[in-house]
């Protein structure tokens, strides 16, 4: 489905190389749901908001972030939309943050799968990177340092950082060239 005014986003772009035809529809969409709610308990526990209750499901993939988040200086942006008009995309990013120890900023996104996806580096170190690299409003008050995946746990132990600053300059390179083909193919 294309974003707001037609843009695509970062997760569109990359659907040709997301496979999921080896897993079952309804454990797919068992999965997303899940996830979106531990997405909405993260956000807000970030935020600093109330969170009355955490459904039974979700409660070690909560702990698993909260074990994890002890690392969490300051907070800069929680499920923030950003928009390339250059290369016509948008996104919406999880976190930016700033990690105890750290000078520079870490983009973040939680995921809950145990096998690391192929497009995630695609994803975080590319077309998310650029998009806040480039398009912050305002801009970021420090660089950006470091970028990953946040792996919580189904059994509630420490969340897992994948990191993906190293990849940066190929997988932005990779994500443009995949962002461009896409809309050509889209606009013709």
């Known amino acids: 489905m294309p974003?707001?005014?037609?843009?695509?986003?970062?997760?569109?772009?990359?659907?040709?190389?997301?496979?999921?035809?080896h897993?079952?529809?309804a454990v797919l969409a068992h999965a997303a749901e899940r996830g979106t709610k531990l997405h909405d308990y993260v956000?807000?526990?970030l935020l600093g908001?109330?969170?009355?209750?955490?459904?039974?499901e979700v409660v070690?993939?909560?702990d698993s972030f909260k074990r994890w988040a002890d690392m969490v200086e300051d907070v800069v942006s929680v499920e923030r939309e950003y928009v390339c008009d250059c290369?016509?995309?948008?996104?919406?990013?999880?976190?930016v943050l700033r990690l105890k120890g750290d000078s520079g900023l870490t983009l973040i996104?939680?995921?809950?799968?145990?096998?690391?996806?192929?497009?995630?580096p695609l994803q975080i170190a590319g077309g998310y990177w650029h998009l806040v690299e480039k398009h912050s409003v305002p801009p970021l008050p420090v660089e950006l340092q470091r970028c990953g995946a946040i792996q919580c746990r189904k059994d509630g132990k420490v969340a897992r950082m994948r990191e993906y600053t190293g990849n940066?300059?190929?997988?932005?390179r990779a994500f443009l060239g995949a962002a461009s083909v896409h809309n050509y193919v889209k606009a013709a």
């Open 43 to 45: 956000a807000a526990h």
């Open 60 to 62: 070690p993939y909560f």
């Open 23 to 25: 897993i079952d529809p």
């Open 168 to 172: 940066v300059p190929n997988a932005t």
């Open 109 to 120: 996104d939680w995921k809950s799968p145990i096998l690391e996806s192929k497009t995630w």
């Open 87 to 95: 290369f016509g995309y948008l996104g919406h990013v999880d976190a």
């Open 3 to 21: 974003g707001h005014d037609g843009i695509s986003s970062v997760t569109e772009i990359l659907a040709p190389w997301a496979d999921f035809s």
């Open 49 to 56: 908001e109330w969170i009355p209750r955490v459904e039974a």
